[in-house]
């Protein structure tokens, strides 16, 4: 079995790469108890201590060895343990995602439903958070979709942290304050999380629903959209380093972008420019938040949130499109059909992104 270690760092050192083989450490065993008046710094114990030498393939791959008795190399393999995820804590009890194809799926009461599914990764790396009934009103909520980045440390964190920060925020301040509110709660898990001394970052997309108001915010490429009688509104905007008034902050801090594979990337690295975490490119990547409020109206149909796994390949109006027939205007409403549908037409077009896709329906909070 090849391991890798990762440092803090974006960038991969060649010396932090090694290999860990079963056989190497079963011999070490055996030839310390069969001559243990050898040297321990024999050449034999040498090479078989500190790793390959001729390269390492994986579990079913040939692995040569300096040295190493043929016998050893015969050993015959134990059987593959298949040990299952039980939790990634997507912020709710049922999300239980195993190994391949991880997806969860939750709906709840008709207020909303979510969807997310593992992409190519190893892990998944999004999360989400959805707070009904806040200080006991049934049309008070929070919710968010969470895109990690580098790991989930920073998405978990943020999704179970996010909501309790920005409501102690609230709480201190008049209701015509809210923008600074969400912003102090941003900015104040962002701070949270870099004591934690961890390493990755997220994206953030959040919509807190109070007093008949929609209060989006985000940093990074998570998006909402607003169906508004069918027709998509985007309510965040993408903190991506090509948005020139991006470009022209990152820069006048003393940061560059450029342009790799036809990505803009920050100091060569992160191709967004704003994110919980990220402390080596912190100077850069900050954690506030852009905030736009909206009065709920009748017209207004459904909010959706959902990671750039989505909005890479679906358009804002495309996805309104798709989702608002499953269940508007339908005898059989069927949100969490719809959050499937938009992920399933996102990986037919070339997708290979974690996608979390969230659908709030806002005539419920409406007062």
């Known amino acids: 079995m090849c391991t890798v270690a990762v440092s803090n760092s974006p960038v991969f050192s060649p010396s932090s790469l090694f290999c860990k083989s079963p056989f190497a450490q079963a011999f070490s065993r055996v ?29 079913d791959g040939p692995s040569t060895w300096n040295s190493s008795p043929p016998a050893v190399l015969k050993r015959k393999r134990p059987a593959r343990l298949d040990i299952p995820i039980v939790s990634l804590g997507f912020g709710a009890p049922e999300a239980t995602p195993r190994a391949e194809g991880a997806v969860v799926e939750v709906e709840r009461d008709g207020l909303y439903s979510v969807c997310c599914k593992r992409g190519r990764r190893a892990a998944m790396e999004d999360r989400y958070s959805a707070v009904l009934n806040v200080q006991g009103d049934a049309k008070q909520g929070f919710f968010g979709i969470f895109d990690g980045h ?9 999704a179970e942290n ?16 809210v923008k600074e509110a ?27 629903i109070r007093n008949g108001d929609l ?36 820069e006048a801090m003393g ?62 109006q495309e996805a309104v499109d798709i989702a608002r027939p499953l269940f ?14 938009l992920i399933e037409i996102s990986i037919s077009r070339g ?10 329906q806002l005539e419920r909070f409406m007062q």
């Open 31 to 59: 030839s310390s108890s069969s001559n243990s008046s050898s040297s321990s710094s024999s050449p034999s114990s040498l090479s078989l201590a500190t790793g390959c030498s001729g390269g390492c393939t994986g579990d």
């Open 351 to 360: 997708s290979t992104d974690d996608i979390s896709v969230m659908l709030i």
């Open 150 to 158: 580098g790991g989930a440390k920073a998405a978990e964190f943020a």
């Open 255 to 316: 940061g560059y972008i450029d342009c790799y594979h036809g990505v803009w990337r920050i100091q060569g690295s992160l191709a967004v420019s704003r994110g919980i975490g990220d402390r080596h490119l912190k100077q850069w990547v900050i954690a506030e938040p852009e905030t736009k409020v909206h009065r709920i109206e009748p017209d207004d149909e459904f909010l959706l949130l959902a990671s750039d796994g989505l909005w890479d390949t679906v358009t804002n």
């Open 162 to 177: 996010l909501d309790k920060n920005i409501m102690d925020e609230v709480m201190k301040r008049d209701d015509n304050d």
């Open 182 to 208: 969400v912003k102090h709660g941003y900015l104040r898990t962002d701070s949270d999380f870099l004591k934690e001394d961890l390493r990755g970052g997220s994206c953030c997309v959040t919509a807190l």
């Open 215 to 250: 209060v989006v915010s985000n940093v990074g490429d998570c998006r909402a959209v607003m169906s508004r009688g069918g027709v998509a509104e985007a309510l965040t905007d993408d903190h991506r380093p090509s948005r020139e008034d991006e470009k022209e902050r990152i």
């Open 328 to 341: 508007v205007g339908t005898g059989r409403p069927d949100p969490l059909a719809a959050c499937k549908k």
